[in-house]
């Protein structure tokens, strides 16, 4: 299905809306870019009661550490919001062991698929942590995997959905903004799929909030 790409001046706080009219199991990311718009998601929904909070991937790296999302996430969301059932991924498990006690935790307490996706983009397509030719692209069965080797910086290991889970997903938002990210973007949203390019592997009900900097190659 073509993505549905909009340009528009403030992609943060349109995300912002996005989560915070959300509800049921929803998966977020780390990165840079979403910081903003958790913080503002705070402030428009304080109370996450009845929302399952997941994340679509983790540094390898303790949940104090300075390269955590989920510390991200904490500082900038869920130490701000109350009720929300959070399910973290335990990077100081290291790739493999956090990935599979992540694939009990989904077993246990996940759903089949789930209600909302938030996603970001890296200068070289990837996304989540499946990056540019990397095994974990080609998985089906499993879950979440573990990447020993990060396609970019932080270089710590990582443990990360697989496509089949990220495709299942009801809505799936991107949130790019950036001249950086400009060239990754074309190449995630205007050409064929390629595993060079992992965010065009990305299929389904697909949303891309991009600002006039990201979305200049298009
Ligand atoms: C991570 C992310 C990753 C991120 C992109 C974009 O752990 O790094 O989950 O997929 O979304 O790398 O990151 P920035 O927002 O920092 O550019």
Not at 2 to 10: F, G
Not at 29 to 36: M, N, V, Y
Not at 97 to 115: M, S, W
Request: glycine letters at 10%.
């Amino acid at each position: 299905m073509q993505p549905d790409l909009q340009v528009i001046d403030d992609p943060a706080e349109a995300a912002a809306e996005v989560l915070a009219g959300a509800s049921g199991h929803v998966v977020l990311t780390g990165g840079s870019t979403p910081r903003r718009a958790y913080e503002r998601a705070a402030e428009l929904k304080p109370d996450w009661s009845g929302v399952n909070v997941w994340f679509s991937d983790e540094r390898c790296v303790p949940p104090d550490h300075e390269h955590s999302n989920f510390g991200m996430v904490s500082a900038a969301l869920l130490d701000r919001v109350e009720g929300a059932a959070v399910h973290r991924m335990q990077g100081e498990l290291g790739p493999h062991d956090g990935a599979a006690a992540y694939e009990r935790e989904l077993e246990d307490a996940g759903p089949d698929a789930f209600d909302l996706m938030l996603l970001g983009l890296g200068p070289d397509a990837h996304t989540a942590s499946l990056f540019p030719g990397d095994a974990a692209l080609a998985e089906r069965e499993r879950r979440v995997l573990g990447v020993e080797t990060a396609g970019m910086a932080p270089l710590v290991s990582r443990i990360t959905l697989t496509l089949p889970v990220v495709n299942a997903s009801h809505q799936i938002v991107f949130l790019i903004t950036g001249t950086d990210k400009a060239e990754a973007v074309s190449r995630a949203f205007s050409g064929r799929p390629d595993p060079r390019a992992p965010g065009s592997l990305v299929d389904g009900k697909v949303k891309v909030l991009l600002d006039a900097a990201a979305a200049a190659r298009l």
